[in-house]
Every structure is written in structure tokens, then in C-alpha cells.
């Protein structure tokens, strides 16, 4: 069994900053693509940023320049920082990693993560 823990969310004002941190645990021989998403009630959960194991870096168009992810593959960890953020990155956060566990290949979730962005 994997699991997948989030960290950082939180109340920031525009202009502030975050940084969301994910860890895997559990069976893990490798992990392939880390990713977060974020989804606001009524609507589908949509990519932020996605991020391969070799380190190749892949952004939604809204957060270009403002977020960075980055992976630590020893403590099997995905982060996400965002920087100048607004109202409209207000959601909630879910990281997500492929992870092969020696005899099978599966996609886990975190549990998600509120970033709430207001003055």
C-alpha cells in the first residue's frame, strides 16, 4: 500500500507565497511522473504542474513563471512553490505520483490540501 501525504496549504494574501510539499510511503520501488492538480467545487480537477522522473517540467498555461515544482527522488517527495499567487489559484491542492511498487505500476493521490488566496 502507498500513501500520499500533503503539506503547506494555507490563508495567503495576493502577492504572497506558498509551497505545498508531497511524500510518498510504502511499497515503492520507483516513482515515475509527480504532478499536482487543483479543483474548485462544481468543476473537474485540472493539471498544475507535472514533472517526470529525469526532471523535464510541464506547467498549465495560468501558472507559468509564477509556480515551480520540483521532486526529491530519495525522499520520494514532490513540492510545488508558488509565488505571486492570486484569487483564482484558490482550490484545492492534490499532488499526485506513478508509482511502481516491483510488480505493478498505479496512479495515488494525496489527500488534498486547501490554498486559499484573499486579503
Known amino acids: 500500500q502507498v500513501q500520499l501525504v500533503e503539506s503547506g496549504g494555507g490563508l495567503v494574501q495576493p502577492g504572497g507565497s506558498l509551497r505545498l510539499s508531497c511524500t510518498a510511503s510504502?511499497?515503492?520501488?520507483?516513482?515515475?511522473?509527480m504532478g499536482w492538480y487543483r479543483q474548485t467545487p462544481g468543476k473537474e480537477r485540472d493539471l498544475v504542474a507535472s514533472?517526470?522522473?529525469?526532471?523535464?517540467?510541464n506547467y498549465a498555461d495560468s501558472v507559468k513563471g509564477r509556480f515551480t515544482i520540483s521532486r526529491d527522488n530519495i525522499k520520494n517527495t514532490v513540492y510545488l512553490q508558488m509565488n505571486s499567487l492570486r484569487p483564482e489559484d484558490t482550490a484545492v491542492y492534490y499532488c499526485?505520483?506513478?508509482?511502481?511498487?516491483?510488480?505493478?505500476?498505479?496512479?495515488?493521490w494525496g489527500q488534498g490540501t486547501q490554498v486559499t488566496v484573499s486579503s
Open positions: 510504502g511499497i515503492i520501488s520507483s516513482i515515475n511522473t
Open positions: 514533472i517526470t522522473r529525469g526532471g523535464s517540467a
Open positions: 499526485n505520483m506513478g508509482v511502481y511498487t516491483g510488480w505493478k505500476s498505479e496512479n495515488y
